[in-house]
């Protein structure tokens, strides 16, 4: 299984980004998908996840109602759209995988290399 996030960058505060997570090697449509996070110095941080058909998704406190999740199991990709960010949403963001519907990382068996957001003036 390869996961590949793309679409990070630097981004003024109040902007926007959308992250991008492309699936190989695994049915996508059959498994679970979560974004979790990472800054400096931090623990890993649960962002959210969607279940495998897209119907659902759960979000961390931190970033519920600017941050939406979406999946198009067609292309084999997973979607992270980060609206009103905030310096302190700086951090590397990965993607990863899951039979399980959890927010512990613990249950995510594969994971991408991550894509660094930066939100700086």
């Known amino acids: 299984v390869q996961l590949v996030e793309s679409g990070g960058g630097l981004v003024q505060p109040g902007g926007s980004l959308r992250l991008s997570c492309a699936a190989s090697g695994v049915i996508f449509s059959s498994i679970n998908m979560g974004w979790f996070r990472q800054a400096p110095g931090k623990e890993r941080e649960f962002v959210g996840f969607?279940?495998?058909?897209?119907?659902?998704?759960v979000y961390g406190d931190s970033v519920k109602g600017r941050f939406t999740i979406s999946r198009d199991n067609a292309k084999n990709t997973m979607y992270l759209q980060m609206n009103s960010l905030k310096p302190e949403d700086t951090a590397v963001y990965y993607c990863a995988a899951s039979q399980m519907f959890s927010s512990s990382q613990y249950q995510y068996r594969f994971w991408g290399r991550g894509t660094q957001v930066t939100v700086s003036s």
């Open positions: 969607i279940n495998w058909s897209g119907i659902n998704t």
